[in-house]
Structures are given as structure tokens and as C-alpha cells.
């Protein structure tokens, strides 16, 4: 599908295939973009190939259950246009970080792609948005969200131990505060 959806583009981008798959149908794409400048680099650490390219294009037609490759891909700022299915659009905030496509309109995959070959703004926009997006999804970022989750459910009291920081206390003009009763140290 991606080969058929960038078809007409190739003069004014390129297409870079990374991944392995079944040698069978490896052959069979490389035979379908025979007459295309399409480069297939096979197996590459996503670090190193999200670097090489300005748009990250994923293509599929399961459902994915999750999206780390995307996420990888905003940490190093490229926007992502994915299929419709899975995880993928929960990932992907249309317009902003990326667009969604349908596998069953191929034609929605090349509107996509002739959006960001049109309007380079564009491109330079959801490259900072993704990079932008990126911070949300940072484990650390999460771990905030899931305990100002349960503080919430918790009436909003902060942890004890939290409470009692260093920090906390400092901010409060308690020094040297022990739990073990009024002593100042």
C-alpha cells in the first residue's frame, strides 16, 4: 500500500522501507518498486533511521496494540502519518502531531503525503509539536499523571512522605521537623 500511495510523489520525495519481513514478500515489494526509486534498508535501529527521514509513515493493516515507535519518532521531532487501526490513533493527534489514514482508501495515505511535501511549514510545525508530544509521554510524565490521578480519588492530600521532604518542609519554615515529636535539629 505505501508504495502505491507514494507512486506518484517520488519525484519530489524519497521512500525509505525499514524492517524485515518474510523473505517472500520482501522480494515481492522490492519487485512491485522495481521501476521506483525506493530504498529498502532492511533491519535498522529506529534511533538511527528516524534520523535519516522527516516523516514516519506506518502502513498497517492489523491493529497494533500499542505505539512505540511512534512515540520514538516524536522524541526525535518527526511527525507520523499511521493507518487508522489499533493504538495507532490514540498515539497521533491529527493535524498536529501526524494525520490518520484508512488502508482501505490508499488514496487518504497519499493526500497525507502530499501535505508535507506541499506545505514545508507545515512539516517544520508538527516536527515541534511531536518533539512537543514527546515530553507527555515520557514515563516519568505518566507516573505524575497516574498519582495525580489517585491523589485526586484521595482528596487531594498529598503523600505523607511527601509531606514530610525536605523540601516540603523548607517551604513550610519547618526545619529539622521530626515526625517522633517537636524537636528541632
Not at 133 to 140: G, Q, T
Request: with cysteine; charged share 25%.
Amino acid at each position: 500500500m505505501l508504495i502505491g500511495a507514494a507512486a506518484p510523489l517520488l519525484k519530489e520525495c524519497e521512500l525509505r522501507i525499514a524492517g524485515q519481513g518474510p523473505p517472500g514478500y520482501v522480494e515481492k515489494l522490492k519487485k512491485r518498486a522495481a521501476s521506483l526509486d525506493v530504498q529498502f534498508v532492511g533491519f535498522v535501529k529506529a534511533e538511527a533511521f528516524l534520523a535519516e527521514v522527516d516523516v514516519l509513515v506506518i502502513p498497517s493493516l492489523w491493529n497494533e496494540p500499542s505505539g512505540m515507535v511512534i512515540i520514538e519518532a516524536f522524541a526525535q521531532g518527526v511527525p507520523v502519518i499511521g493507518s487508522n487501526r489499533g493504538g495507532i490513533p490514540e498515539c497521533i493527534e491529527e493535524n498536529k502531531t501526524g494525520f490518520l489514514f484508512s488502508p482501505e482508501r490508499p488514496e487518504s495515505l497519499t493526500a497525507a503525503l502530499e501535505r508535507f511535501i506541499s506545505d514545508r511549514d507545515l512539516l517544520a510545525r508538527m516536527q515541534v509539536d511531536a518533539l512537543s508530544k514527546s515530553y507527555d509521554l515520557l514515563p516519568s510524565r505518566m507516573i505524575d499523571g497516574y498519582l495525580a490521578v489517585y491523589e485526586k480519588a484521595l482528596g487531594d492530600t498529598p503523600h505523607r512522605e511527601e509531606q514530610s521532604s525536605p523540601d516540603a518542609l523548607l517551604q513550610r519554615g519547618q526545619r529539622g521537623h521530626c515526625d517522633t515529636g517537636d524537636i528541632n535539629l
